[in-house]
């Protein structure tokens, strides 16, 4: 091996003196400041339980799937309190209940699921829970210890509107709490490290109202244990507990405590099918109670009731509002019951449908209906009903919570199925209410595109597919979309959404109604979603995955859910064929042998992913991965082949034949390229993203990455090379979030802030091929949330390749910002070996010597080279697994700002060394 002379010739100190030297001469910046927002949707999932804060008045309103929020009450924003939870804790975001304490207005408890559904003998599945708990305001989480209980929650399950709280803070003592579980008893944690234990007392589990014992199988739909509320103005104990409490049943009614729920006896007398309570202040309890036809109750009809007890009297009274223009007590099932805090004998309850909402001000003994209004702010795309569409009305479904302001008792919160609305005076003539969403974001995503319509001629900013409204135009991110792609009877579910590539005016959407599941909600567009017509034939199914050839937009393929043949149009569907499989075995015994098998990623209508795809280049070229097996079709979908095959290459070599969501992409500018991403099973650590650059005929790991889930493409200073976004983590790095990388893949960047959003519900990632540094990320549950550079862009500029197999790539961590720590990293290096960061201030030459100088005369493999002069060397020692990181302070010297440097990275084995790719870096502010 011949002698490294170049590098015997370079001045070589200390890490410390790097800074001093280095940024004398220059200086560095990573990225321009990035802004995160939601897209401006409003709404759109069940908001099922508001309540507020007895001393502060902050209000907080819980999801069945989009988390927990608080309002700014200064702008009428929600913010949200679950952003900064990891990837693990994605299902913490269906809220079961939440529970605030009366004396610290910083503390927030929630019931959360903590693991997958479990499947269980019957075919039914239930989840696990535990609290977590928030100090601090809902800017950071802490487990609680109840997952060990194995507590059965259902947060997106029947009755999490219907039912109250079911977790509860003692109001005296804000280390105390009281959960009352569906199923599993009632348990109660004493201090913040005690065990949680069971009460003694507490009426037997029972699955429905019915008394069906063994219908257990679906936990989570199980009404149970319904409420829990403490009596704040009862008698404290020795301990300094309070002493009332009360239980809701659905099966066996009222539960009351006098030992602070560690004891439990029914109230005699006391309403079947309770759901919520509220003790007002002169300690009188208020219960509604709904029967819901669901589960072994669906056969029963629909009834429900409201009752007042006396605990001086220990009666019950039951105060039913009546029916309109009738005595008689309206026995539609209610929700939500609330009270004014300063006036105990004003109380608010909603009825569960209707649009209608009772007060009272004699504690019952006669009622004010107050109707809601179709609020002026209802956003376009809830078009009012009709004939066609008599289901429609937004404010009409889920009309369960409630809660009198305590900061103006005159104003009245409600939520439904569609977000939150507010009445700023209940006694005024006539009622006025309005949608309160701004901020509130919890629609689900299946998909986002943004087809490069140039914004010139009119091109809408992104696409997307989503539940309850199908699909919409965001002609604007920050603007309220107006239309749907299709039209429901209520709401329907689009599974996916496809788009022409070189004629991106053109998309389509394929869906289904959520009541007429067997009915395709499908819409073609021919001017970037303005407007959209059906598909003529929708013979091939509903739902499941779609995509349209980038030069020919009759051109489609559809794969159908519920295990249905992948079917080809070529007239933009009027008439449909199935695929063929031309490397299909023949079988006999199967008529259908010759079919492409059907996806099992697509048999559950309610799943989403994209295991189907189109190529952005080739028109007639069509990509799909299910059961391991890499298909392709070069002739528009007619007839497809088998590409690489995952059984075969190994967990470690390729996709794993049964992730439940998986991901293709197709490279804008290169045929035959696609990657492919999975997002992990529930009992799978996280993968690696892989891509083939063959049409499918061989797969490789991108070995920068420890793991991507999300991998998007858009525009890049160059209109061959593409920037591409991930969400995952690279190889040297530790934050989880949403990373851009400017040289295909080889060195990354961090573009959001793991402190304030770590897109643990990310469900699709989209870049602009319009513009540089905008990327959307889909979330099940959060919305879209928008990704953008702010101010003047410092670009870090990749240049050059790294050499070595796989080549060494560099990273940094951080901001090459005044005053910053930037942490450069080499990975993979030769193991514990020498490696070396170099620092320079010129990219063309060194010495006299013009760059790139070859470095393959001096030892260096083929290909490697110098690509920046070495005007200082930081040297360490790889560690064991291959990465070596060199500490880079910036000094806070303004005169730096808008100075350029260059780096480069060196790995030194025992017999050669290899190189990274280079960065040219200018400082920013």
């Known amino acids: 091996m011949r002698p490294l002379q170049p590098l015997r010739l370079v001045r070589s100190v200390p890490a410390?003196?790097?800074?001093?030297?280095?940024?004398?001469?220059?200086?560095?910046?990573?990225?321009?400041?990035?802004?995160?927002?939601?897209?401006?949707?409003?709404?759109?999932?069940?908001?099922?339980?508001?309540?507020?804060?007895?001393?502060?008045?902050?209000?907080?309103?819980?999801?069945?799937?989009?988390?927990?929020?608080?309002?700014d009450r200064t702008t009428l924003r929600w913010q949200p309190l679950l952003d900064t939870l990891p990837r693990a804790e994605t299902s913490a975001f269906d809220i079961e209940s939440l529970a605030l304490a009366a004396q610290d207005s910083n503390r927030i408890a929630i019931l959360v699921p903590r693991n997958s559904g479990i499947a269980t003998p019957g075919g039914g599945n239930y989840q696990f829970g535990d609290v977590m708990l928030s100090t601090d305001g809902g800017q950071s989480w802490q487990p609680q210890g109840l997952l060990p209980r194995q507590i059965r929650v259902g947060p997106n399950g029947e009755y999490r509107g219907f039912s109250g709280e079911r977790l509860a803070i003692d109001p005296r003592r804000s280390d105390r709490m009281l959960l009352a579980s569906r199923v599993d008893g009632v348990l109660r944690r004493e201090n913040g490290t005690a065990p949680w234990l069971l009460a003694t007392g507490t009426p037997p589990v029972t699955a429905w109202s019915n008394g069906d014992p063994n219908d257990l199988e679906y936990a989570g739909n199980t009404p149970g244990h319904t409420f829990v509320q403490f009596d704040a103005n009862s008698a404290p104990l020795a301990d300094g507990a309070t002493s009332i409490v009360y239980l809701g049943d659905h099966a066996t009614g009222v539960h009351r405590?006098?030992?602070?729920?560690?004891?439990?006896?029914?109230?005699?007398?006391?309403?079947?099918?309770?759901?919520?309570?509220?003790?007002?202040?002169?300690?009188?309890?208020?219960?509604?109670?709904?029967?819901?036809?669901?589960?072994?109750?669906?056969?029963?009809?629909?009834?429900?009731?409201?009752?007042?007890?006396?605990?001086?009297?220990?009666?019950?009274?039951?105060?039913?509002?009546p029916q309109p223009a009738s005595s008689a007590p309206d026995r539609r099932p209610y929700a939500g019951v609330s009270g004014d805090p300063g006036q105990p004998n004003v109380v608010v309850v909603t009825a569960a449908h209707g649009a209608v909402l009772f007060r009272t001000t004699d504690r019952g003994q006669s009622w004010q209906r107050i109707q809601y209004n179709d609020p002026p702010n209802t956003p376009a795309y809830h078009e009012p009903p009709s004939p066609a569409n008599y289901f429609i009305e937004?404010?009409?479904?889920?009309?369960?919570?409630?809660?009198?302001?305590?900061?103006?008792?005159?104003?009245?919160?409600?939520?439904?199925?569609?977000?939150?609305?507010?009445?700023?005076?209940?006694?005024?003539?006539?009622?006025?209410?309005?949608?309160?969403?701004?901020?509130?974001e919890e629609l689900v995503m299946h998909n986002v595109v943004c087809p490069p319509v140039p914004f010139a001629d009119g091109g809408?900013?992104?696409?997307?597919?989503?539940?309850?409204?199908?699909?919409?135009?965001?002609?604007?991110?920050?603007?309220?979309?107006?239309?749907?792609?299709?039209?429901?009877?209520?709401?329907?579910?689009?599974?996916?959404?496809?788009?022409?590539?070189?004629?991106?005016?053109?998309?389509?959407?394929?869906?289904?109604?959520?009541?007429?599941?067997?009915?395709?909600?499908?819409?073609?567009?021919?001017?970037?979603?303005?407007?959209?017509?059906?598909?003529?034939n929708t013979s091939p199914g509903v739902g499941g995955a779609l995509a349209m050839s980038a030069t020919d937009p009759n051109r489609m393929v559809w794969e159908p859910s519920q295990w249905r043949a992948v079917h080809v149009t070529q007239d933009g569907g009027q008439t449909w064929t199935v695929a063929r499989n031309l490397d299909a075995t023949l079988d006999p015994n199967n008529p259908n042998w010759w079919q492409l098998g059907q996806a099992w990623h697509v048999s559950n209508p309610w799943w989403q992913g994209e295991h189907l795809a189109a190529d952005k280049v080739d028109g007639n070229r069509f990509y799909r991965f299910t059961w391991g097996q890499f298909t392709y079709s070069t002739d528009g979908g007619v007839n497809w082949r088998h590409g690489f095959n995952a059984w075969a290459l190994g967990s470690n070599h390729a996709p794993l034949p049964f992730t439940v969501v998986i991901r293709l992409v197709t490279h804008p500018t290169r045929a035959g390229e696609v990657w492919i991403g999975e997002q992990a099973n529930s009992d799978t650590a996280p993968r690696p993203l892989w891509r083939s650059t063959d049409g499918g005929l061989t797969v490789q790991r991108v070995h920068s990455l420890q793991w991507a889930s999300q991998v998007a493409f858009g525009r890049g200073d160059s209109n061959s090379l593409p920037f591409v976004y991930v969400y995952g983590v690279p190889v040297g790095q530790t934050a989880e979030g949403i990373w851009l990388s400017r040289d295909d893949a080889q060195t990354w960047s961090l573009v959001s802030d793991p402190q304030?959003?770590?897109?643990?519900?990310?469900?699709?990632?989209?870049?602009?091929?319009?513009?540089?540094?905008?990327?959307?990320?889909?979330?099940?549950?959060?919305?879209?949330?928008?990704?953008?550079?702010?101010?003047?862009?410092?670009?870090?500029?990749?240049?050059?390749?790294?050499?070595?197999?796989?080549?060494?790539?560099?990273?940094?961590?951080?901001?090459?910002?005044?005053?910053?720590?930037?942490?450069?990293?080499?990975?993979?290096?030769?193991?514990?070996?020498?490696?070396?960061?170099?620092?320079?201030?010129?990219?063309?030459?060194?010495?006299?010597?013009?760059?790139?100088?070859?470095?393959?005369?001096?030892?260096?493999?083929?290909?490697?080279?110098?690509?920046?002069d070495p005007e200082a060397v930081a040297l360490g020692t790889a560690a064991a697994n291959g990465t070596a990181s060199f500490v880079v302070p910036v000094p806070n010297q303004p005169g730096l700002l808008g100075a350029r440097f260059f780096t480069q990275l060196y790995s030194f084995g025992p017999t050669a060394f290899t190189t990274s790719s280079a960065m040219a870096l200018t400082v920013g502010r």
């Open 16 to 71: 410390p003196a790097i800074a001093s030297l280095l940024f004398a001469l220059a200086a560095a910046a990573q990225d321009s400041p990035w802004t995160w927002r939601n897209a401006n949707i409003q709404g759109m999932g069940f908001v099922t339980g508001i309540t507020a804060h007895p001393t502060s008045h902050d209000i907080y309103a819980r999801t069945d799937v989009g988390g927990a929020y608080r309002l």
């Open 257 to 321: 405590s006098l030992d602070g729920g560690r004891t439990w006896s029914l109230l005699p007398g006391s309403p079947p099918f309770a759901v919520h309570g509220f003790v007002h202040q002169d300690g009188r309890l208020y219960v509604s109670c709904a029967r819901h036809p669901v589960g072994p109750d669906s056969a029963l009809p629909e009834i429900g009731s409201v009752h007042r007890f006396d605990p001086a009297t220990g009666q019950w009274t039951e105060i039913t509002p």
């Open 394 to 440: 937004a404010v009409t479904w889920g009309t369960v919570g409630v809660l009198i302001d305590p900061a103006d008792p005159r104003r009245v919160w409600q939520t439904n199925g569609a977000g939150v609305l507010r009445n700023d005076d209940l006694v005024a003539n006539p009622q006025a209410w309005t949608w309160t969403m701004e901020n509130f």
């Open 460 to 536: 809408a900013d992104f696409l997307s597919a989503c539940m309850d409204m199908v699909g919409l135009r965001h002609e604007r991110w920050d603007t309220i979309p107006t239309d749907k792609a299709a039209h429901p009877l209520q709401i329907g579910q689009a599974n996916a959404i496809a788009y022409s590539h070189r004629q991106p005016q053109h998309a389509a959407v394929v869906g289904w109604d959520t009541w007429r599941p067997w009915f395709a909600l499908t819409g073609v567009t021919h001017d970037n979603g303005r407007t959209w017509t059906p598909f003529a």
């Open 756 to 868: 304030t959003q770590r897109f643990a519900r990310v469900s699709s990632l989209e870049g602009d091929m319009r513009r540089r540094y905008r990327v959307y990320a889909g979330t099940n549950g959060r919305g879209v949330l928008v990704g953008m550079a702010t101010g003047p862009v410092a670009d870090a500029q990749p240049f050059g390749a790294g050499c070595g197999s796989p080549p060494l790539v560099q990273t940094t961590d951080g901001s090459h910002r005044l005053s910053s720590t930037v942490v450069h990293t080499a990975a993979p290096a030769f193991a514990s070996a020498p490696t070396a960061l170099v620092l320079g201030s010129s990219q063309q030459s060194w010495n006299g010597v013009s760059l790139p100088l070859p470095l393959a005369p001096f030892g260096a493999g083929p290909g490697c080279v110098m690509l920046c």
